[in-house]
């Protein structure tokens, strides 16, 4: 499976080559050193090691590459070497380019890449502490994402102590700066009414910007908002908009809850069809919920070719194993034949199994 990259450099490291057309406040170059140096005293050592993006133990075994080629520069901008070397999986590259960048520039973003490079393990020993030094001087020259990255530290108590003030201002900073991640949580402050009074308006108003943005998470927490007229006005069209939104973008209980609005054109024009396709979508990616739909579409017939009582047994079997019960179907699993009960029940075998080891 293509690893995905880290949700700080989806955003933040991509913008390394215009950054680089700058020339901020400039940071005294140290010489790289065998120990991770102080972030504010120079640039991080030569030694690195790998995140999350790629196994560390295969960055770390894998013989020295290449410089490979950096993404295709705008008209005026000069390659973006350090992030290209990233999603390529080269990050000693990456680290090198970065350092370089941070020595002769002070780019904000490319100490938001030598921190992730740090926070991840990836190319570097992992370094929670370095990595959050790098995140703050960052975050301090204004990069939304050092600003996200380094609150969910303060979050977790990653590189220092917790700090949940530090934090929440952190998130209303990246938030302003329109950084969605950041957003969505802060959202989530208001609408619990954690470091801040309930305000469950603010926290609609926080996930409409984060939705905007294209958060699948902020647009379902906002379509529920909408489906229930909790801080918004209520809109079932809107609310399965967003949840469609959130579908697409494989978020599974969006997922779930448009499959269900499309099977009974609730908010929605009615498609049997799509919320069966939609349903075995979110079943095969282990939804109880949705595994137990798919078994009652198969069962009685509907958005599908024809009733199909093996692939009844065998959903409703796993849903079952995944602890989503089914008197009905229960009942409808003993009127069937032997043969289509013993295929049925061969076909969920498997899943049954991987579901019942992993409660043991």
């Not at 380019?97 to 973003?109: G, H, I, L, Q, Y």
Request: hydrophobic content about 45%; aromatic content about 8%.
């Amino acid at each position: 499976m293509k690893a995905r990259l880290s949700p700080v450099l989806l955003v933040a490291a991509a913008a390394l080559a215009a950054a680089g057309a700058q020339a901020p406040t400039q940071i005294t170059p140290g010489t790289p050193a065998a120990k991770p140096s102080q972030p504010s005293h120079g640039p991080a050592p030569k030694h690195v090691k790998p995140s999350t993006l790629r196994p560390a133990a295969t960055a770390a075994a894998a013989p020295a590459p290449e410089a490979p080629q950096a993404p295709p520069a705008r008209p005026g901008r000069e390659p973006d070497l350090a992030y290209g070397a990233y999603q390529r999986g080269y990050y000693l590259t990456a680290f090198h380019e970065a350092t370089k960048r941070v020595n002769d520039k002070a780019d904000p973003k490319a100490m938001t890449l030598l921190a992730e490079l740090y926070a991840n393990g990836f190319g570097v020993p992992n370094n929670d502490v370095e990595a959050a030094k790098w995140y703050k001087l960052a975050a301090d020259r204004g990069d939304r994402e050092a600003m996200f990255a380094l609150a969910m530290f303060r979050i977790g108590g990653r590189g220092g102590p917790r700090d949940g003030a530090e934090a929440t201002r952190l998130l209303a900073a990246a938030a302003k700066l329109g950084q969605a991640a950041a957003a969505y949580d802060l959202g989530l402050l208001y609408l619990e009414g954690r470091q801040f009074p309930q305000d469950v308006k603010r926290a609609a108003e926080l996930f409409a910007s984060a939705a905007q943005a294209g958060n699948p998470e902020a647009q379902y927490a906002l379509a529920t908002m909408y489906k229930d007229g909790r801080g918004v006005p209520q809109d079932m069209k809107e609310a399965m908009r967003l949840m469609g939104e959130a579908a697409k973008a494989d978020f599974i209980d969006a997922e779930v809850e448009y499959a269900i609005a499309l099977f009974n054109g609730t908010g929605t024009t009615k498609d049997e069809a799509a919320a069966a396709a939609l349903f075995r979508k979110a079943a095969m990616q282990g939804s109880p919920i949705a595994q137990n739909r798919l078994a009652r579409v198969y069962a009685f017939g509907r958005g599908v070719p024809a009733a199909d009582p093996v692939q009844a047994i065998r959903w409703h079997l796993i849903s079952k194993a995944g602890g989503n019960s089914d008197i009905q179907l229960d009942d409808y699993v003993q009127k069937q034949s032997p043969q289509a009960r013993a295929a049925g029940e061969k076909a969920a075998k498997p899943w049954v199994d991987l579901l019942t080891q992993g409660r043991q």
